[in-house]
Structure formats: C-alpha cells, structure tokens
C-alpha cells in the first residue's frame, strides 16, 4: 500500500494494493497493524456507508466533545472529499483539504479527530463507505458551512448542490465551535 502526507499534521491518502484478476479485483481496505504502521492510529468502532447521486453535497460535518477520526473511500462512483482543519493549535487551522475519490483510483482518505468533513458527488451514484474512531452522537454533531466564502473551497458544482436542512443550515467557520487541545 502507498502512503501519502498531505501538508496536514495526521491526514494521510492511502492507497491499498490492489489485486486485479479476470473475475474483478480485490483489496484490504484495512488491517489494523500495517495501518497503524501508516499513522492511522484510531481505534475504529463504527462503520458507515451511504449511497448519494449527482449534485448531492454532505457536509461539512464533525462531532465536538467526541470528535470521529474517518476512514473514508468510495466504492463506487467519483466524489470530490473535503475537510477543514478544526484544530485551533495546528498549523493548518481553518485551511480545506480536497481530493477526488473513486471506485477506480482505490484512494483512502484518513481523517485524524478534528476536521469537518464532507463530499460533493460527480458521478450519477456513488457508494461511500468509512470507519469511525467514535460512535455517533447526535447531540454533539456540527455542521460548517459548505459555502463559508472564508474557506474558499472550490467545489465543482454542476449547478446548485443538493442538501439537507441540517448543511442549509451550517455555521460559518468564525461561528463554529473548534477544538483547542489536538
Ligand atoms: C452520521 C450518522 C447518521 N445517522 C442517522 C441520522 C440521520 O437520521 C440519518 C442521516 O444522517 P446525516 O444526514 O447526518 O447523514 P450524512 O449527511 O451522510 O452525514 C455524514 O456525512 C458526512 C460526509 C460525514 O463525514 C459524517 O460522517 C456524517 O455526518 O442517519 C446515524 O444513525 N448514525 C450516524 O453515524
């Protein structure tokens, strides 16, 4: 598997080896040591999965008091994958990071405890499937907003992006809640 640093203190891209026959193909898409080896050092407890179509974004989310490190890679389907820096104490505070996910380039996006995360989708479906270093907790689920002009992400809109109420509804990076000791 191939390791890659990404300028972002603990965000890693992973790209697991990949066994391609004349059936399809088959990979790992986690083994706790040789992951661990790689600085994914999370204790997973919860796997999730959704399935979105063109022009639906998710995001930008995270969970404050318990904050989720993610696994996250599509199976199937093209996305662009986005998180922001919500650390206060790191070097890339309140910067994004972005980078296009799909079922054909196998890339993992490993996301340390403390970003928001999201996704908008390119392709007609797409199958996301990811670990999580925490369970779910509704009461501590926040929402940074996917337009905050402060974080300049340049999503690759095909016309007005799809959304919940709930990312209607996100805060402005200057207005979220961040954290102070990661
Ligand atoms: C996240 C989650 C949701 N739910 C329930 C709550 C709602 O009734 C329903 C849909 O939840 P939501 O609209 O928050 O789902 P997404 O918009 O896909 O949220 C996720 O999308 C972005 C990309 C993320 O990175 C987060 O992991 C996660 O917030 O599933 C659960 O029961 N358990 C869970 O862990």
Same mark, same amino acid.
């Given at each position: 598997m191939e390791v890659e640093q990404t300028g972002f203190p603990g965000l890693l891209v992973i790209t697991p080896r990949v066994f391609s026959d004349e059936r399809g193909f088959f990979k790992e898409t986690y083994q706790q040591e040789r992951y661990k080896e790689a600085g994914v050092d999370a204790s997973f407890v919860q796997d999730n999965a959704s399935r979105s179509t063109a022009g639906i974004l998710r995001g930008l989310h995270y969970q404050i008091q318990h904050p989720q490190a993610k696994l996250v890679h599509v199976m199937k389907g093209e996305i662009l994958d986005v998180c922001v820096d919500l650390r206060k104490n790191s070097p890339t505070f309140g910067q994004s990071y972005s980078i296009r996910l799909t079922g054909e380039n196998h890339k993992q996006l490993? $996301? *340390? *405890?403390? &970003?928001?995360?999201? &996704? #908008? $989708?390119?392709? *007609?479906? $797409? %199958? &996301? $499937? #990811?670990?999580?270093? %925490?369970?779910? #907790? *509704?009461?501590? %689920?926040?929402?940074?907003l996917w337009n905050d002009p402060e974080l300049g992400i340049d999503w690759p809109l095909s016309g007005e992006p799809l959304l919940s109420e709930k990312d209607r509804r996100g805060l402005p990076l200057k207005e979220c809640e961040v954290f102070e000791s990661l």
């Open positions: 490993y $996301v *340390p *405890p403390g &970003f928001a995360h999201g &996704f #908008y $989708v390119i392709s *007609p479906q $797409v %199958d &996301f $499937v #990811y670990k999580c270093g %925490d369970y779910y #907790y *509704p009461e501590h %689920d926040r929402t940074l």
